[in-house]
């Protein structure tokens, strides 16, 4: 049992991280417009966070040394300001979404305007980082997060056509030939979603928060390859629910309850509950990932005493910190702005800084000096760098297709 409970982490990031309200919106809007013709890129970022995860988190393990430290050492002061800057600032915006992702999940689930609910989030996310032992909060937000398999559930219930669908996925371009500048702005934005830093921010602080050392690597290899690769199956599923129920009648996700329609349509109101709760605690474990990312790369990076490990008053900048961000992220939210539209633009934005992000990684997990015997082996090595110019790639795109497509238009 213990061993099952160790892996929640790699569950709660990965549920957090693929599955967000960002995630969900985009996964159902891919699904309606294109089907299936962008599985490719889901798998290929799942390869890719997982291989780049497994190095922070052996860094973190062997080393003691969280991500952003490391960001700061290999970038210098200046550089590692700019990388700071850029990701304390995706992770505002993606602070702002969650909160307003939970926001949207209660009101699916009570029927009141989200507008009322945004103090309730904001409340709940501050006493979990404040009250909630890291164990119990990865535990349980991870583990209800797991109720998004009913989307799963309901595509099999759907009784689609398996050979269309498998047609999409061997045949991506067909689908994307009509719309090629929206087909590969969602490509990027998929990638992005997938490769975000905050999830290696908090993998690797997490390692530290559970107090892993080199004896951990085997939960840290399960923790990365059974978590990473969940939260990419379910981010499919959502595709799919879409493709198989909205793609014909094409309709445009715009609300929570047009994502969730396939399932309701599948499984009726028992299939819906389990649907609200999995929303529900994917976004608000990505609000306490994308919190604490906030608070441990700037206590990181300034050399603060950071951890909930830590008492409030032994780690005070750390927890100051968060709670400014989440103060900052209502204060957006109640100005009526779509928590939606902050988050499809946190995901684009979070590309351009992936190089920054993990090229620091890539070159501390090859140095012997620093990892030992866990060092970077050639066929690791090589993927990293593979990956690396994928992610430069995509960073380089990110912008002009924003601009070029009008954000997927």
């Not at 213990?2 to 929640?8: L, P």
């Not at 474990?285 to 909930?308: M, N, P, V």
């Not at 002009?400 to 497509?405: F, G, M």
């Amino acid at each position: 049992m213990k061993r099952i409970f160790a892996v929640a982490l790699g569950i709660l990031t990965a549920i957090g991280g693929f599955v967000d309200i960002g995630d969900l919106v985009t996964n159902s809007v891919v699904g309606s417009r294109f089907g299936l013709s962008l599985v490719w890129v889901v798998a290929i970022g799942v390869v890719g966070i997982c291989l780049y995860a497994d190095m922070a988190g052996r860094v973190a393990a062997v080393g003691g040394r969280a991500t952003f430290e490391i960001i700061r050492e290999r970038l210098g002061p200046r550089t590692g300001l700019i990388n700071l800057g850029a990701s304390f600032l995706i992770n505002l915006l993606t602070v702002t979404a969650e909160i307003g992702g939970i926001a949207l999940a209660l009101q699916l689930a009570a029927g009141v305007g989200p507008g009322m609910w945004i103090p309730v989030a904001l409340f709940g996310v501050w006493i979990v980082l404040w009250r909630v032992k890291f164990s119990i909060m990865e535990n349980v937000a991870g583990l209800l997060g797991l109720s998004l398999i009913v989307f799963v559930v309901a595509l099999f219930l759907l009784k689609p056509d398996w050979g269309s669908l498998a047609t999409d996925v061997v045949q991506p371009w067909t689908q994307g030939g009509s719309n090629p500048l929206s087909y590969w702005y969602f490509a990027v934005a998929l990638f992005g979603a997938a490769m975000t830093p905050y999830e290696v921010f908090f993998f690797s602080s997490g390692a530290l928060e559970e107090h892993w050392t080199t004896k951990d690597l085997g939960t840290e290899r399960a923790n990365v390859f059974i978590g990473f690769p969940l939260g990419g199956i379910l981010s499919v599923a959502i595709a799919a629910c879409a493709a198989v129920v909205l793609m014909p009648q094409a309709i445009q996700v715009e609300t929570l309850s047009q994502i969730v329609l396939p399932v309701s349509q599948a499984g009726g109101q028992l299939a819906l509950a389990f649907a609200i709760v999995g929303i529900l605690a994917a976004t608000f474990g990505a609000a306490l990932e994308t919190t604490l990312s906030s608070g441990y790369t700037l206590a990181q990076f300034f050399g603060w005493s950071w951890g909930k490990f830590r008492r409030p008053t032994q780690a005070a900048r750390f927890h100051l910190a968060m709670i400014v961000c989440l103060l900052v992220g209502g204060g957006i939210l109640l100005t009526g702005v779509d928590p939606i539209a902050v988050t499809e633009l946190s995901v684009v934005f979070s590309a351009v800084a992936l190089p920054l992000t993990y090229f620091p990684i890539l070159v501390v997990a090859n140095d012997p000096d620093y990892m030992g015997d866990e060092v970077n082996g050639r066929v690791r090595n090589a993927l990293g760098v593979v990956f690396l110019v994928i992610i430069l790639i995509a960073a380089i795109a990110a912008i002009p297709l924003l601009i070029v497509s009008g954000m997927g238009s």
